[in-house]
């Protein structure tokens, strides 16, 4: 398996470390963190009795460990634990530093996970990005296996990432009891992945799978809950125009959304392969803003005519709008969103990224290959859309 330099950076102070299952937490902190005790919630023998007896954890942290980092791993499996450790942040101050890596927010929604007062940052672990791998990213295989690193270091990526789904539906939704109804779970994975890239309906998505609206309303928190997938909201500030006021949804990774889609005789490749490159560019940009530790929030723009904007990155460090199209030449009609959000924000810095190979500059905006983009994208340096 081949192990690639991350992003992400270590604030050096407690930390939790949030992420979806596969994309490479406790690799990178084996990496980092050679001589840190290490103790493994996914073992059941350590999470049975950390489970029954949370105190146990401060025994086996000063019998184990001098004054060093701890990693609690997966600490969801027994939120209990974080009492403990908030008292061994308070009473050995500066002695040990504290590293808690989880995959399902739930249960620590639950277990009030700010009972640390603030003591611990919060970091989160995404998929590859096109600049960790390199030379070797493959923008046509990305957009059918994705980039989640357990799927993408294996020899065949699109068996790994059909059990890569099975192992997420099998421990952390049938043995956590989140739904109770799995079957139906699974029509909704399967309704849902339409909506990837696409304005949130639920009333659509429960008639095609067969449940009621606020069952939907659940399982979609489910989703977000093992961070599998995420909303944007429409973005609003000063708005001089009528705006729809429902999210999008995406997936978390090309790949899962490519998995989960049904495709047949009826379906276009061409629409399938422009929401994976969309949802592709959503997750890059998503984690070059938080290994940036960038001060904008991503968003979208549409307003109730129809003119849309596919993303809308706002905060301090600037206003910037994107729009993604798959196809390779250029048409007119592509940038009519661009130029219309550019009417009402003089300001902002926008770009198109398409699916050719050459730059382009047509009324003033830069059409950029999208592979090139997502190349260039690194955290901590400039958005990459300068003018072609």
């Known amino acids: 398996m081949t192990t690639l330099p991350r992003f992400l950076r270590d604030p050096g102070v407690h930390f939790f470390l949030f992420g979806p299952r596969g994309t490479g937490k406790t690799t990178w902190l084996k990496a980092t963190h050679p001589d840190a005790l290490w103790i493994d919630l996914l073992e059941p023998d350590v999470e049975r009795e950390l489970t029954a007896r949370p105190e146990k954890l401060r025994r086996m942290v000063e019998a184990g460990a001098g004054p060093g980092v701890v990693i609690v791993d997966e600490v969801q499996r027994a939120p209990e634990v974080l009492t403990v450790v908030h008292r061994l942040m308070e009473d050995r101050k500066g002695h040990y530093r504290f590293i808690l890596t989880g995959s399902n927010s739930r249960k620590l929604k639950r277990a009030h996970v700010d009972l640390l007062g603030g003591r611990a940052l919060k970091r989160a672990m995404h998929p590859f990005l096109a600049a960790e791998i390199g030379p070797s990213f493959d923008l046509e295989k990305t957009l059918v296996t994705g980039m989640v690193p357990a799927v993408w270091n294996h020899p065949s990526p699109s068996e790994a990432i059909r059990a890569y789904l099975s192992l997420y539906i099998r421990e952390e939704v049938k043995m956590e009891g989140l739904v109770r109804d799995l079957g139906g779970f699974n029509r909704f994975l399967e309704a849902v992945s339409f909506s990837h890239g696409g304005v949130l309906n639920l009333a659509a998505i429960a008639r095609e799978c067969e449940v009621g ?39 978390f990774d090309a790949g899962v959304y490519r998995t989960l889609r049904p495709s047949g005789p009826l379906d276009q490749p061409e629409e399938m392969g422009g929401a994976a490159l969309e949802g592709l560019v959503a997750q890059h940009l998503r984690a070059w803003i938080d290994y940036s530790q960038a001060s904008l929030s991503l968003y979208y723009w549409r307003t109730k005519s129809g003119t849309e904007v596919d993303f809308v990155l706002y905060g301090s460090d600037g206003l910037f709008a994107l729009e993604v199209k798959s196809h390779a030449r250029v048409f007119p009609k592509d940038l009519r969103g661009l130029k219309a959000f550019r009417e009402d924000y003089p300001m902002a810095r926008v770009a198109l990224l398409h699916g050719g190979p050459r730059p382009l500059l047509i009324d003033g905006i830069p059409c950029l290959p999208c592979r090139d983009f997502l190349g260039a994208l690194v955290p901590g340096d400039p958005l990459p859309i300068a003018e072609a």
């Open 213 to 251: 609206r606020s069952t939907v309303s659940g399982y979609l928190d489910v989703l977000e809950d093992l961070m599998l997938s995420f909303r944007l909201p429409v973005f609003t500030r000063r708005a001089k125009r009528h705006l729809t006021r429902h999210d999008k949804l995406y997936l």
